[in-house]
């Protein structure tokens, strides 16, 4: 019985032990005010320059790391541009932190300065230079298909590389089309990125793909040429029938920013990877000044644009058959030679029952309304000279 005692004595006080420690650690906050060290603020400015621009600039100021307002724009600064110490342009302020020059415009193989003054901050300054653009001199397009089976069109590209520099260089390949501004029914052109990648092994540990392009040093490139692979995402040659390829030639200032900005991206999603500082050449403050050069290269040949010769009938009601005959048409897929119907307040696609390059032969949506057809053969628009009825 006396042991029976001690073991029940020893339970309960085990027991409201670890209730009182409970309640103890868990009823009672600990406050610790920590003094955040916030310098003076300073100016962030931002320019890339090239030859195809004039001189532009943006003009901020540095956030606090607990600050949940909204960047702070600089609107009253003075902003100048210099050449081997000479003053070649002033940018005047715009609107919101964005300045410009008149006419002025950077000249390749020239190295610059600039220099922000704005009242209640250090003033800041930079150096950078634009290279020399380089040429593209061959490119030729195969057809590939990627790991898992995919379309893809290969890019083999050649270039000039000045072997007595170090060179760096963003090439990166653009869509061109026409789109409808339904708001003017105006037809437009537009350039639009499209996705890369390479495994090239020119390109090494510095690679850096997709709608950006791909970035890269000319530490493998030998007597003055340069070579590299990419691939795009489908066969883009058989939709667009040419694609621009660019060749930027930058500077280690651009290539840097760029390159680390990339990585910084890549791992920001990552909590266990090594944090990765965004290159940043502003003397006294932040931001990036950087210069790059650029060429283009056609390749391919851009398809005539669709000519529209007869509709028939003229009228008729959603879901029957309407024939429109032309030029230029497409009859590699339905779905790359598109017939555009107007509708009520916006613009809609017909289904083809069958495309040949002089004929196209679809049904009238059930939504359309009387207006003009387009025909679009991937690449061009062309609207119809009267406009379609639609009965109801």
């Known amino acids: 019985m ?17 209730l009182f420690l409970f309640v103890l650690f868990t009823s009672c906050e600990l406050t610790v005010d920590i003094d955040v060290p916030f310098e003076q603020q300073k100016l962030v400015l931002n320019s890339f320059f090239n030859t195809d621009s004039v001189w532009a600039a943006t003009l901020s100021a540095n ?18 541009v210099y050449h081997a110490g000479a003053a070649v ?3 005047m302020h715009l609107s919101d932190g964005v300045y410009r020059a008149d006419t002025g415009k950077p000249v390749p193989g020239k190295s610059y300065e600039i220099k922000a003054t704005a009242p209640g901050y250090p003033d800041v300054t930079s150096h950078s230079y634009i290279p020399l653009p380089t040429l593209i001199t061959d490119i030729q397009v195969t057809k590939g298909a990627s790991s898992e089976g995919y379309p893809e069109d290969v890019f083999h590209v050649k270039f000039q590389d000045d072997p007595l520099v170090e060179n760096f260089y963003q090439i990166y390949v653009e869509g061109e089309s026409d789109y409808i501004d339904f708001e003017t029914a105006k037809i437009r052109k537009h350039r639009f990125r ?42 883009v040659m058989d939709f667009y029938s040419y694609v621009i390829v660019t060749i930027r030639t930058l500077s280690k ?30 003397d006294n403050g932040f931001g990036i000044f950087a210069g790059f050069s650029a060429s283009h290269y056609f390749a391919g040949e851009p398809r005539p644009r669709p000519v529209i010769t007869s509709i028939s009938p003229l009228r008729a009601a959603p879901l029957d058959t309407v024939v429109i005959s032309g030029e230029n048409f497409l009859d590699v897929s339905p779905h790359y030679g598109s017939v555009i119907f107007t509708a009520s307040g916006a613009l809609t696609y017909a289904s083809p029952v069958r495309t040949t390059p002089n004929e196209i032969v679809v049904l009238v949506p059930r939504n359309a309304i009387t207006g003009k057809i387009f025909v679009s053969n991937a690449s061009w628009i062309t609207p119809s000279d009267i406009e379609f009825e639609v009965i109801n």
């Not at 006396?2 to 032990?17: G, L, P, W």
């Not at 090494?204 to 392009?213: H, I, K, P």
């Not at 490139?221 to 990419?230: K, L, M, R, Y």
């Open 2 to 18: 006396k042991m029976c005692i001690q073991n029940t004595q020893r339970v309960f006080f085990h027991k409201y032990a670890a």
């Open 63 to 80: 956030q606090h790391i607990l600050d949940t307002l909204y960047e702070q724009r600089i609107e009253n600064a003075l902003i100048v």
């Open 89 to 91: 342009d002033t940018l």
């Open 194 to 235: 499209l996705g890369m990648a390479t495994n090239d092994p020119s390109v090494r540990s510095n690679e850096y793909s997709g709608f950006d392009g791909i970035f890269i040093k000319d530490v493998l490139f030998t007597n003055g040429n340069g070579a590299i692979s990419f691939t795009t995402q489908g066969q």
């Open 253 to 282: 200032d651009y290539y840097n920013y760029k390159t680390t900005g990339r990585l910084q991206e890549d791992i920001s999603d990552n909590p266990f990877a090594q944090p990765i500082n965004v290159y940043n050449n502003i």
